[in-house]
């Protein structure tokens, strides 16, 4: 569900496509989403499922509510010396694709977990993007074969969001032996499974934190 924030949005920035911002409702419960400045107003769009508390919000169409959009804390853009970016996302993670995909011009390798995939409608109609769509699956053994199909080149940048369990073969393939340096992979886990409000700033991978 995408919903339209209007009012006070003075001094709103977002220029990174991985950016996150926190919507609060109200009591105070937040969750983080991709915001998408749209001219006036900015756009945040909602994965619906049962046990949300802002999906179950949004459900519930909530024209003229108050709420606070905080962030983004920070921006990374676009990496200037990219050529080829392969991008691992799940659909918590589309809305930032979507970003990646808007916001650059060089060729992608696309990998999409699970369900949700037209959501990026049309943006896939482009004969620089391959698509490799994966069912869900949280021992992340999916992923990594798909990302080890894909030859690295020079200038590949590597971006990856969604789940944080079935991310962590993928890391330690990308950190460990693809040849990679590690200012060209970004991983975030936006969500774990089974755990409610996960902190998606926390590492991936416990037994092997970011440095």
Request: hydrophobic share 40%.
């Amino acid at each position: 569900m995408r919903l339209m924030l209007g009012g006070d949005l003075a001094g709103f920035s977002s220029p990174g496509p991985a950016d996150h911002a926190k919507l609060i409702i109200g009591g105070g419960v937040g969750r983080f989403y991709t915001p998408i400045p749209m001219g006036d107003s900015v756009a945040v769009d909602i994965f619906l499922h049962p046990n949300g508390p802002l999906a179950c919000w949004a459900s519930a169409l909530p024209v003229d509510d108050d709420v606070i959009l905080a962030g983004p804390r920070g921006s990374k853009l676009v990496p200037t010396d990219m050529t080829h970016l392969v991008a691992i996302a799940d659909c918590s993670a589309f809305p930032a694709a979507a970003r990646w995909i808007k916001e650059t011009d060089v060729p992608i390798d696309l990998i999409a977990v699970g369900p949700g995939l037209p959501y990026l409608g049309s943006l896939l109609d482009s004969d620089r993007i391959r698509v490799q769509q994966l069912p869900e699956d949280r021992s992340g053994a999916a992923i990594l074969a798909s990302l080890q199909s894909i030859e690295p080149r020079n200038g590949t940048f590597v971006w990856a969001a969604g789940e944080a369990t079935s991310l962590i073969p993928a890391r330690r393939y990308l950190r460990n032996e693809s040849g990679l340096d590690r200012q060209s992979i970004a991983m975030q886990g936006y969500w774990k499974f089974g755990r409610a409000d996960h902190d998606h700033h926390a590492p991936i991978d416990e037994r092997d934190p970011d440095d």
